[in-house]
């Protein structure tokens, strides 16, 4: 289980411009869920923040296609590798330094983490021994990764994108997810999202949950079940404690909006720097 300290990534100063720091302080989730029903009916019970539970040196437990269950890490790792493939193709496959960079990005993830690169290295050669990541056929000298998350979690190109939002973003709604995908796959509606995410959630085992919604919410909120399974309870508890006023409601989705358009400009930089690295500049 993940410790307070996320104590699972190593704790060195950086040494230079390359190096990380460890990751933020945060709670830790364990998880739990009923397996039973759809996404609508669900019933689980999670702790709050819904971090990936399994530390590294935790023992797995299994999850979808037989695989192992995600770490914090990994499921980093393979959020930003889904993402980065379709939305900055002429960058991808990663380096590992892209790669660190993408887990570390301040917009477009919850939590915000500070990983060193010696932590997602140890985290690829597991992904890799599991056949989730590879290193892609290249005539450079510098390794770049890429996903195989098609074939490891036997998705769709819209079930893809779907996880690879939660993997990146934690609990979401219908609305969010809809906005969030356009340049991850075309949803042509939000009963396009809520149809992927009930037959994730019908998959054995599952892929997704609906944890239902709390009090000043609107709608529910979805959730991958990649780390394992979670508990909706505590987050109805957790999100009603905080639910915001309509006032922060409206500055929430302006930020939203704000999150996109850096997300959009970063995604001309990176291929900006791809087009410079490929011209040898």
């Not at 019970?45 to 040196?57: G, K, N, Q, S, Y």
């Not at 509606?189 to 919410?217: M, W, Y």
């Amino acid at each position: 289980m993940w410790p307070r300290s996320y104590a699972a990534l190593p704790a060195k100063e950086p040494a230079g411009d390359d190096a990380v720091g460890a990751a933020r302080n945060g709670p830790d989730i364990a998880q739990a869920a009923d397996r039973g029903g759809g996404a609508s009916s669900r019933s689980v019970t999670l702790r709050p923040l819904f971090r990936c539970e399994r530390a590294v040196d935790d023992s797995p437990t299994e999850t979808a296609a037989g695989s192992a269950s995600l770490n914090a890490i990994e499921a980093r790792i393979l959020g930003c590798l889904i993402e980065k493939a379709a939305i900055t193709p002429e960058v991808y496959p990663l380096t590992l330094n892209a790669l660190v960079a993408a887990c570390n990005q301040k917009t477009s993830r919850e939590p915000v983490l500070q990983l060193e690169p010696g932590a997602v290295a140890h985290a690829l050669r597991d992904l890799e021994t599991r056949d989730l990541v590879r290193v892609a056929p290249s005539s450079q000298r510098v390794s770049r990764y890429e996903h195989r998350f098609d074939t490891g979690f036997n998705v769709t190109a819209r079930q893809r994108a779907v996880l690879c939002l939660l993997l990146l973003r934690g609990p979401q709604t219908l609305n969010e997810l809809l906005t969030r995908s356009e340049r991850l796959a075309e949803f042509p509606s939000v009963e396009d999202v809520r149809d992927t995410l009930d037959r994730l959630a019908q998959r054995e085992p599952p892929l997704a949950v609906n944890l239902g919604r709390a009090a000043g919410q609107r709608e529910d909120r979805y959730m991958h079940l990649l780390c394992g399974p979670v508990d909706a309870d505590a987050y109805v508890a957790t999100a009603a404690a905080d639910a915001p006023g309509s006032a922060r409601g409206g500055l929430a989705e302006r930020v939203a909006q704000l999150e996109g358009e850096i997300e959009s400009l970063r995604g001309e930089l990176d291929a900006l720097r791809g087009r410079l690295e490929a011209a040898g500049i």
